[in-house]
Structures are given as C-alpha cells and as structure tokens.
C-alpha cells in the first residue's frame, strides 16, 4: 500500500501503459482518475480496476490534454471528489512519423499540442492545488526516442526530447514546493500503440536487441511509475528513468 491515501491522475490511462500505470496505482492503496480523450475505454479500464482491487476507488473522465478547457473542468472534479491531487502522470501521446524528409509539418504540430502543450497543460493546472496540499509528484513519460532518435520519426524523437528538457527546467521551478518531477522513458513496450507501428518481426528484432532479450511489459513502466509517485523517491527530482531492457547501453548492435 505504498500510495495510501494519494490522489492521482493518469493521462491517457484508458490503456496501454496508462491502464497499467493507473492499475498499479489502485493496488498500492491510491485514489486514481483516469483521464482520457477516450471516455467508453476509461470507463472500462475504470470497471477492470474496480474487478481485480476490491474497494478501488477509480474514476474516469473525458478530457483533450491539449485543451485547457476540458483538463481544467477534470483537475476540479478530482479536486471535489477526492479532496485534494498528489501524483500527476503525463502519459497521453500520439505517435506520428514519416522519414525525416517527408514528415509533414502538421505531424510536428500535432506532436506538438498533445505530446508536449498535453504535458504543460495538465502540469500548470495541477500545480497550485499540488502546492496547497504541500508537494506532490509529476511524472512525464517521455521515450527512449528521446535519446536514440526513433527511425522516421523525427518530430516524435525531438518533441519526447522536449518533454525531457520540460522535466528538468520544471523540476527546477517547482522543487521550493516540494513537487517533484521525473520522466521515464521507456524502450518499445507492448501496448496498441507499438503493435499499430510495427510488424511482428520488427518487434522479434528489437526484442533481441535488448541485452534482457524482451520488450518492455507496461506493467514493467507502472513499477517505475510507482517508485517516483511514491515517498521511496522523495530525495529524487529532475532525472530520466530509462526502462528499456538495456536497449540503449549497447554500443554495437550484436543481431
Ligand atoms: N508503447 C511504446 O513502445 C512506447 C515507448 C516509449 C514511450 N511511450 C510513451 O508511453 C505513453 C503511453 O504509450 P502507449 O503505448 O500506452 O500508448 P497508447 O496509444 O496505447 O495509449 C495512449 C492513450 O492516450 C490516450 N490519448 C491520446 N491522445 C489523447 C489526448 N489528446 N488527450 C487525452 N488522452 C489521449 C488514448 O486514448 C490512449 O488511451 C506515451 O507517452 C508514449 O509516447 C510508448
């Protein structure tokens, strides 16, 4: 029960590595808002949650991270509902991408109203009640694109790289609060998003590329989700947490 009485929100927490983040977050005792453009698959991670941990306290709402409007109407039910916010999870992103050179600008500007505004967005507005309540956790997720540079994804691999600047810069201005700020970046993790982007021996090929011989398991994102949330990593501010199987520390590809 290592989130007892924290109140969390999750982005993009319908599924995927959100689902598995705000799942994680219910087993450890934390009171979990799912924020999601999608409201129908929010409320059926809501119901899947509320199955498997008795006593769950979960609830879904609808929201752009893009869109002031929408978060901020969401930020404020969970502020009524649950009383107050410790833990916000940046998670919601799309991913986009064409080689380099045929990359339209309208995928950067996309990429760039969800991955990186759909990061601030949420963050300015859970801030001030962050404050009140004395600290908190931000977590960005952001990619192991960030630091490798993802093939035809170009704006996707610098906009991730901007949520990794955004970490530190944010992590600077909000630690006198006691709010802390951390990305994770994880390697190709099993999740619709990778299927729809990837072909089954692509995703053979990446798996045994990683010195753990796998791809990433979203359940192995929300553990390190948790640490950050949770108080073991009160000393912790401003850093990437790359979970990737060791994808990025091998210096030559060996397959
Ligand atoms: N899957 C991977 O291999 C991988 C690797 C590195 C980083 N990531 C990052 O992890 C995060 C989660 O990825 P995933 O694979 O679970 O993605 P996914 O596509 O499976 O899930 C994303 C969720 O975000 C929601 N969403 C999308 N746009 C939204 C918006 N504008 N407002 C609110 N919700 C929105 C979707 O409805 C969906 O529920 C993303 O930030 C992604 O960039 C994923």
Redesign the pocket.
Known sequence: MRLKDKVAIV?????????AIASRFAKEGGKVAI????LE??EKAVNTIKNEVSGAEVIALQ?????VDSVKRCVDEVVKRFGKIDILV??????LGKPFHEEPLEYWEKQFR??VL?TVIPSQLVVPHMIKAGGGSIIN?????AITGEPGHAA?SAL?GAVLSLTLAMAVDLAPYNIRVNAI??????????Y?ATTEEERKRMAARAPLKR??K?ED?AAAALYLASDDSAYVTGQKFVVDGGMTIVAVERV
């Open positions: 982005t993009g927490g319908a599924r995927g590595i959100g689902f924020l999601d453009i999608d698959k929010a929201a752009d991270v893009s869109n940046n998670n919601a992103a799309i991913h969800i991955n759909g997720i952001s990619s192991k694109a996707y991730k970046c994880p390697g190709p993790t099993e999740t619709d998003l990778l729809s791809l990433a979203p994102i």
